[in-house]
Nanobody, 123 residues
Framework: QVQLVESGGRLVQAGGSLRLSCTASGRTFSSYTIGWFRQSPGKEREFVALIRSGGDTYYTDSVKGRFTMSRDNAKNMVYLQMNSLNPDDTAVYYC?????????????????WGQGTQVTVSS
């Protein structure tokens, strides 16, 4: 079992930066692939980024060059550094975990989810 708790979301102006954190429980956290997803009203939950157990990362095209995902296995933490934010980035951001070392971008592939943290980017 893995429990995930996101934090760091808030209101920010366009062009600004935020760092989201995801704190995980579980002794085998380091072996999990962790994904960040986001969902805005009326839209489906969409993939943002993932990090595999070895630190490999993968991003959706709309955030490449702006978002950076990292992990600290000693602290059971995952981070999403978001720069050059724009109003289209407004959403509830979720972190999710799956016990396989994978490049899964489908939400249904992930077994554990946090409660989400709201990011609002004002124009």
């Amino acid at each position: 079992q893995v429990q995930l708790v996101e934090s760091g979301g808030r209101l920010v102006q366009a062009g600004g930066s935020l760092r989201l954190s995801c704190t995980a429980s579980g002794r085998t956290f380091s072996s999990y692939t962790i994904g960040w997803f986001r969902q805005s009203p009326g839209k489906e939950r969409e993939f943002v980024a993932l990090i595999r157990s070895g630190g490999d990362t993968y991003y959706t095209d709309s955030v490449k060059g702006r978002f950076t995902m990292s992990r600290d296995n000693a602290k059971n933490m995952v981070y999403l550094q978001m720069n050059s934010l724009n109003p289209d980035d407004t959403a509830v951001y979720y972190c999710a975990a799956v016990s396989r070392n994978s490049y899964y971008t489908l939400a249904a592939r992930y077994d554990y989810w946090g409660q989400g943290t709201q990011v609002t980017v004002s124009s």
